[in-house]
């Protein structure tokens, strides 16, 4: 049903996002307060723009920007304005929109992409008896959220 998505490559670079956005904000003898992070990293990868949609997931999932717990505590023009029931029906009809710009986008960064990667590889033809550099991986980094 789901072959050919690559689910597990997106997973894959996902949780490598969430472990590069944790490894950043726990330094040293922090490490094991990761689960008190977890969130905050979840907030700030979903309601962050991406560089091929240019939106953020949450905006394409439901239709707004979200609103930071502080903005809905403390009744900001956002949520004055934001337009109750009639708002929300609004954005949604408007939502369809915003993901075909998204898709649009993501076709222009791909091809965008894809020219500048073209650009710098040169075809080269090895053959037996030609040598070649190997990178050693390097064994000392023990876990996830160690440097290597």
């Known amino acids: 049903m789901c072959e ?26 922090a490490k094991g307060k990761w689960p ?14 991406t560089r091929p949609t240019k939106f953020s997931p949450f905006m394409l999932l439901y239709g707004d920007e979200a609103m930071t717990p502080a903005e809905l505590g403390a009744n900001s023009p ?11 029906e609004v954005s949604l009809e408007l939502l369809e929109g915003v993901r075909v710009e998204a898709l649009e986008h ?7 992409t894809s020219a500048t990667y073209n650009k ?3 075809p080269t033809e090895l053959m037996p008896g030609h040598l070649v550099l190997r990178k050693k991986a390097n064994p000392v980094a023990v876990g996830k959220l160690e440097s290597k």
């Open 4 to 29: 050919g998505l690559n689910l597990e490559i997106r997973f894959e670079r996902t949780n490598g996002k969430i472990l590069e956005a944790l490894k950043k904000r726990l330094e040293g003898a």
């Open 36 to 49: 008190e992070e977890l969130l905050s990293v979840l907030w700030a990868l979903r309601t962050t723009p």
């Open 78 to 88: 956002r949520v004055m304005f934001s337009g109750g029931e009639e708002g929300r």
């Open 106 to 112: 993501m076709h222009k960064y791909a091809t965008s």
């Open 120 to 122: 710098k590889i040169r």
